[in-house]
């Protein structure tokens, strides 16, 4: 089977299947960015023009990160990144929505509140509000070892990385101060699952596509000046 993984660095959602890809070693699907993505013409390709897309051959693209993971999860059961029973695959699953929907949902919908100057305090204060909130269920549901779920390496980790990533690089930006110090548990999480080499090799890319993106909005801003 040959797939293709539709990507781009600074994507949390991308950083998330990659980071799966990784940790379970498949070898045969490609990554790179979509086609017509810089033009805004992926949705010819997937309806929902966002990425990441696994293209399956013969025009099938799957959407949405934890459709993809699941799938993956199915194709290549080893090794697994889901729990060994029924209980344990709920607990990781838990962790990973937590992460998916109230930390990177709510985060990405916030960067448009970085501009002072176009700010809108009201929907800053309910998104970051709801990160903080899910913030708070998840030093409730995280384990105290090196992984967020378990001994070893798990889609929770996979959804947890890149969005405490966001948490810990553009999180500032909004002015409402730092959630994650009231969490020792998930600071401690996030220090600890940095020596893994498959979250190291995603953050790499991590902030390869924020510096990338950077570097744009200065040359941007420099053109407007």
């Known amino acids: 089977m040959s797939l293709k993984l539709y990507s781009g660095d600074l994507s949390p959602y991308s950083a998330k299947v990659r980071m799966q890809i990784y940790a379970k070693g498949i070898k045969d699907i490609e990554i790179t960015l979509p086609p ?10 997937s309806p929902l023009g966002r990425i990441p897309a696994l ?14 993971c699941e799938y993956l999860e199915e194709v290549y059961p080893a090794p697994s990144l889901l729990g060994d029973t029924p209980r344990s695959r709920a607990a990781v699953r838990t962790v990973s929505r937590i992460g998916d929907i109230y ?20 929907i800053r204060d309910l998104l970051t509000g709801q990160v903080t909130r899910g913030l708070k269920a998840l030093e409730y549901y995280i384990g105290d070892g ?23 690089n553009v999180y500032e930006a909004f002015d409402v101060g730092q959630p994650l110090d009231d969490c020792p548990k998930t600071r401690a999480y996030s220090a600890a699952i940095k020596s893994d080499p498959h979250a190291a090799a995603t953050l ?9 993106r950077r570097e744009l909005m200065k040359k941007m801003m420099a053109k407007q000046g």
Request: aromatic content about 6%; some cysteine.
């Open 36 to 45: 017509g993505f810089m033009e805004r013409k992926f949705h010819e390709t």
């Open 55 to 68: 293209d399956l051959g013969d025009g099938d693209i799957m959407p949405e990160s934890e459709v993809i």
């Open 103 to 122: 930390l990177m949902n709510n985060i990405f919908m916030c960067l448009p509140q970085q501009m002072r100057q176009t700010r809108n305090d009201a």
């Open 146 to 168: 090196p992984y967020a779920v378990g001994d070893h390496l798990t889609l929770a980790d996979c959804s947890l990385v890149p969005a405490l990533f966001l948490l810990e």
């Open 204 to 212: 790499v890319e991590l902030h390869r596509g924020l510096e990338e």
